[in-house]
């Protein structure tokens, strides 16, 4: 039997509780009917659980989902009917709305807690949390107050509890800790009310009376329409035919390395890889992915990297991976808060070449949705957006439900600082519990951080291995850990000379200039964006005709400069030859550090901490090719500041610069130490020394060395005890799930600049927009506007909160609606200056544009706003 009473409402004021309204607000489907769609959708989605997750749920589980909104059965709830609420508050002798609790989801809690009163069954807190905000105290006690729960609701309340019992089993007995499990109920109980919300698959009007066997197949339906399931995989594929390219024979074998992570993928748990910059480990993670869900139980992707930027340039290569296994009609996402302004935002993989079916182009539209797009069955994205999974942000659950099971790979680990990788750690141990394999992929892993992830996973490493390349292994289930050397064999030995120059003499760009015009290609790295600009400037005025190409590549440019820009120098610099210039300069600033294929003869850098400066060589001699004279030798010029590290501490960051608001000042001593002396380094061998290095502090410190290793172990404390209240269960509220807002320490607030080629032009009611990258629009209402705004966002550029804060608040209406934080600037055909618009003389700073810099700004010398800034802006 289906429904416990086939087709029989719940008593004749069935639809006097109503859970969905029509279209014109009054109470369309009731209560009851919502309850049993959305137990009928819990049902079919349990059903399909892997059973690792399934034996995690209790028996009942389902029941508890059809019970999420029971608590709509309140007076606060029937008085939001703003069609019905007279008639309500006239029939029961309601009091004013403002007299009840208006949040049901806390009204379903309470219900249900006194139903079963057990302090220590906390399945409950997944219906308190069902719409994303678990908001709770530390204690798991309830309030309730009689007005919420009137004698003449609860008989109706009871009754819909036994009907819901008798189809779907009694509630779960057993308790819970307050743990990743629960969370990730809580996320499924999401997930099965959205879709047991939509009108498109459960209608809230219909003419015939409700009937449960009809329900059960529209549950069926959604869950195959939207594809969630869409995981099967081919059978026996070699690690050929894993990467080989459509219609050609597979190229190669694995290599020791590749070898390695795919043996031990055979249980699931915590797989470690650290091997030097294109090795292959993004091939290894793949194929042991491969291995899980052709013999374990995990099924899905979502392939985590430090950037948008980063994430976009893997995007096609995990596309072109999943085409070669991917059996069904799946999707492969693409996951961050800008995803919505690409094209292909949800692509089609598939093994099998037919035109998509319908469902597949619905499952394509429906995981386009951003919350939704975690729930694809494959993905590609930030790790923000798998950290938030763990965190106290709005829907946090929905995201641990949606990686759980998955294989999840996390690249580039080593980018993160201490409260960042505290929260990978958390997110590591989460994700494992709710049946992941995760991967974790770094060429420049220290041990302490290796030991620190492996007790994340539950496991301890019994010997310090200080070998490289190295892969490690913590099972999910027992914690055993296994370290396995791997023999180098993939990449040859790479002696790499290095120079230490003062950043602060021309010496350094003479040698730059004239190796440009011999023929070498440089690259020039500066960490903040002010010294790369004018380091761009300065360089192309030393230079003769003999250089071919200039480019300057930093965050400043607005998104569609940004991308040609390094479409442009990957296709100059990168692997091929038949591009590649006699002479050129490229200066930029950190976002060539990682993920990008630029192959330099010369390297300039700025002092970083040791791990960037090894990241930066990795685009040293790349690639094996015909060097110009006088760079057959890898050679990676550091540019020291002049600094007497005795000195105070605040007079050391005035030596060093801008470069102390970016690396911690104690990291760049510790990287001063290691490379001021050195004259060449071999590669891989000796990348695991200089990274131990940085964690061996000197016995004997210079002063003011010292006073600055105080005030950096102060802020790492600081900052791990930060991310280590981030608990989904604290007693804060959740706060939105905006990518970077609770994922990085210290994120200032950012705001956009969108460029115009000139002002806007009013023609009638309308407004006609003329953008950089020579699009225009014309507005015409005030509707949001898709167009619009990918135009907006692709000609605005990023920039801190505080240059832009005193003119938000002037922003034309049509940018205000379609971006928050925005100001449009509007370019002059005469010079590089710029007019904001439409009050330009309420800014305090005065803002530059130029194809090739860039967008600058310039603080005026008086604030004609009267607002006092205490920062310091000169390192941006």
């Known amino acids: 039997m289906i429904c416990a009473v086939e087709n029989k409402p719940l008593d004749q004021n069935d639809r006097l509780f109503w859970a969905k309204t029509l279209e014109d607000g009054s109470p369309g489907l009731s209560v009851r009917e919502h309850c049993l769609n959305v137990g009928f959708v819990g049902r079919e989605i349990y059903m399909l659980l892997p059973p690792y997750l399934k034996e995690l749920y209790p028996p009942g589980c389902v029941t508890l989902i059809a ?22 508050q006239q029939k029961f002798s309601l009091g004013m709305p403002g007299l009840y609790k208006g949040k049901h989801a806390e009204i379903s809690h309470e219900i249900l807690w ?28 309830c309030h309730p107050k009689p007005q919420d729960h009137p004698d003449w609701i609860l008989p109706h309340r009871k009754a819909l509890l036994d009907e819901l019992v008798d189809t779907f089993g009694p509630f779960p007995e057993s308790g819970i800790p307050k743990d990743a499990i629960l969370h990730c109920f809580t996320g499924m109980m999401i997930f099965s009310d959205w879709i047991g919300s939509s009108t498109e698959w459960f209608p ?41 390219a459509k219609d050609q024979e597979p190229l190669f074998a694995p290599r020791k390395l590749q070898e390695t992570v795919m ?3 055979n249980t699931p748990g ?62 492969l996402a693409r996951i961050h808060a800008n995803a919505w302004l690409m094209g292909d935002r949800v692509q089609p993989v598939s093994t099998v070449d037919d035109p998509p079916e319908p469902d597949a182009r619905e499952a394509n539209r429906w995981f386009s949705d951003s919350r939704k797009s975690l729930l694809a069955p494959y993905g590609v994205g930030t790790l923000d957006q798998a950290l938030m999974a763990a965190m106290p942000v709005k829907f946090s659950a929905l995201r641990l439900f949606a990686l759980s099971g998955k294989v999840v790979v996390i690249d580039e680990v080593h980018s993160y600082d201490p409260y960042t990788s505290t929260l990978v750690d958390q997110a590591v141990s989460w994700l494992l519990a709710c049946g992941c394999t995760v991967y974790v992929l770094s060429a420049t892993l220290t041990a302490t951080r290796r030991a620190e992830l492996v007790a994340a996973a539950n496991g301890r490493e019994e010997t310090i291995h200080q070998e490289y390349p190295l892969v490690t292994k913590v099972e999910r289930d027992s914690g055993k850990t296994t370290a396995i050397p791997v023999e180098n064999e993939f990449q040859p030995r790479k002696q790499v000379e290095i120079v230490c120059l003062n950043r602060d003499g021309e010496d350094w760009m003479e040698r730059a200039v004239q190796a440009a015009e011999n023929g070498a290609c440089v690259l020039v790295i500066r960490n903040t964006i002010a010294s790369a600009q004018q380091t761009y400037r300065t360089l192309k005025s030393l230079c003769t005709d003999r250089v071919e190409h200039f480019g300057l590549l930093h965050s400043r440019f607005p998104q569609f400069a940004r991308e040609n820009n390094e479409e442009v120098w990957m296709r100059l610099m990168g692997k091929g030859n038949d591009h590649r210039p006699h002479g050129a300069i490229l200066v930029g600033t950190q976002v060539l550090e990682q993920s990008v294929d630029i192959d330099a003869d010369l390297l300039f850098t700025d002092l970083a901490p040791t791990d960037l400066i090894l990241q930066r060589i990795g685009r040293l001699h790349r690639h094996e090719r015909q060097r110009p004279e006088g760079c057959s030798i890898p050679t990676c010029a550091i540019l020291l500041p002049t600094v007497n590290w005795s000195d105070n501490a605040k007079d050391i960051k ?48 210079p002063e003011g060395a010292l006073e600055l290793l105080e005030e950096q172990n102060r802020k790492v404390e600081e900052m791990r005890a930060s ?18 807002a609770q994922t990085r320490w210290g994120n200032t607030a950012n705001g956009y600049v969108v ?11 309308n407004v006609v927009l003329n953008f950089l990258n020579g699009e225009t629009h014309t507005v015409t209402g005030e509707r949001f506007d898709y167009d619009l705004a990918r135009k907006l966002h692709m000609n605005a550029a990023k920039v801190p909160w505080y240059l832009i804060r005193d003119l938000c608040p002037f922003a034309p209406d049509w940018l205000s609606m379609h971006m928050d934080n925005a100001i449009v600037l509007c370019t002059r055909p005469d010079d590089a200056c710029c007019d904001v618009y439409p009050e330009p003389d309420r800014s305090i700073f005065e803002f530059h544009y130029h194809s090739s810099t860039g967008l600058q700004h310039v603080k005026m010398s008086t604030n004609v706003t009267g607002v006092a800034h205490d920062f310091d802006e000169t390192w941006f």
């Open 67 to 88: 019970a999420h909104d029971i608590g709509k059965m309140s007076p606060g709830f029937l008085l939001k009917s703003p069609i019905w609420k007279a008639r309500w």
């Open 114 to 141: 006194e139903l079963i009163q057990d302090r220590k069954y906390h399945w409950l807190l997944s219906v308190r949390g069902h719409h994303g905000n678990y908001g709770i105290t530390s204690r798991v006690r």
């Open 204 to 244: 809230t009007e219909e003419e015939t009376p409700y009937d449960c066997k009809v329900a059960q197949e529209r549950a069926t339906r959604a869950i195959q329409k939207i594809g969630w399931t869409r995981r099967q995989v081919k059978m026996g594929q070699s690690f050929g035919e894993l990467f080989q």
């Open 263 to 265: 043996d031990l993928s």
């Open 270 to 331: 915590l797989i470690l890889v650290e091997a030097p910059m294109g090795c292959g480990k993004t091939e290894a993670a793949l194929a042991g992915a491969y291995r899980r869900w052709t013999e374990g139980e995990e099924k899905g992707l979502y392939f985590a990297l430090p950037t948008q930027l980063t994430s976009n340039r893997i995007y096609d290569r995990v596309g072109e991976f999943l085409k070669n296994v991917v059996e069904d009609r799946a999707g």
């Open 654 to 701: 005035a030596s060093i610069g801008g470069d102390a608001y970016v690396y911690p000042p104690f990291s760049l001593y510790l990287s001063w130490v290691i490379w001021k002396d050195l004259k060449c380094i071999t590669i891989p061998e000796e990348l695991r020394s200089l990274l131990e290095a940085t964690s061996k502090i000197p016995e004997r410190l």
């Open 723 to 740: 991310a280590r209240v981030k608990h989904v269960f604290g007693c804060d509220p959740a706060v939105m799930d905006v990518e970077g």
């Open 755 to 765: 460029l115009l080629a000139r002002a806007p032009e009013q023609s009638g009611r």
